[in-house]
């Protein structure tokens, strides 16, 4: 864990690979369990240490991830998170050649939580959620490419299904079809730019973290 920015109300690291951003019912330690650990000491404080998650990253991707440390840094930024006013920024490898070199999709994706698994369709369904995402290719390498992607909507695993669904699954992924292996645990998708407005000083907040855009 590295920590990418801090304020008085909220704080934004960087989430390696591999690891959960939350802790589950296995009880493995988790990225909010840093953070707090991080909080406890800088801070001396004493007992339970507050933390609010506004957004998730999937356990094998790697990226951004910011935290509330007060409740009203919590509220504004949830609130910003809704509104989508919050701009993410994602670099993915893929496999194969997209020969359109940008482009937006457009789907309705419906989780089996049981699978923990994405359907997704490409018309309004019940029970599914619309999902939209910007990708442009940065660069082609070899047989593969480099996409950079904006994120309009925040569904679970939605550049990950929607990319599979074109054809062009991620690196690494192998539920959502990838035949190429990245690295153990991992697939080559990485959060790396998060665009906001601070909790209470209205000021424009710019966090990157480059990973995979200058890595390859």
Not at 96 to 104: D, I, L, P, V
Not at 179 to 201: D, N, R, V
Request: proline share 3%; net charge positive.
């Amino acid at each position: 864990m590295k920590v990418l920015y801090e304020d008085n109300h909220l704080i934004a690291v960087f989430k390696p690979h591999g690891i959960l951003v939350q802790g589950d019912i296995g009880g493995e330690r988790c990225l909010m369990d840093e953070v707090k650990d991080y909080l406890k000491e800088k801070y001396k404080k004493p007992g339970n240490v507050f933390l609010g998650l506004l957004h998730r990253l999937d356990r094998p991707v790697a990226g951004i991830v910011l935290f509330a440390k007060t409740s009203k840094g919590a509220s504004r930024l949830s609130e910003q998170f809704r509104n989508h006013s919050v701009e993410k920024i994602y670099y993915c490898l893929v496999a194969g050649q997209r020969k359109e070199t940008a482009g937006t999709l457009i789907n309705w994706l419906k989780k089996d939580e049981k699978k923990n698994k994405v359907e997704v369709f490409d018309q309004e369904t019940v029970g599914a959620r619309r999902a939209e995402l910007d990708y442009a290719l940065v660069k082609k390498i070899g047989c593969q490419s480099l996409l950079k992607i904006i994120l309009k909507t925040g569904r679970s695993h939605q550049i990950r299904a929607q990319l599979s669904q074109i054809g062009y699954p991620i690196i690494g992924d192998i539920k959502y079809g990838s035949k190429h292996k990245f690295k153990p645990g991992a697939i080559a998708l990485s959060a790396e730019k998060l665009s906001f407005t601070s909790a209470t000083q209205a000021k424009p907040v710019v966090i990157e973290a480059h990973f995979l855009s200058k890595g390859l």
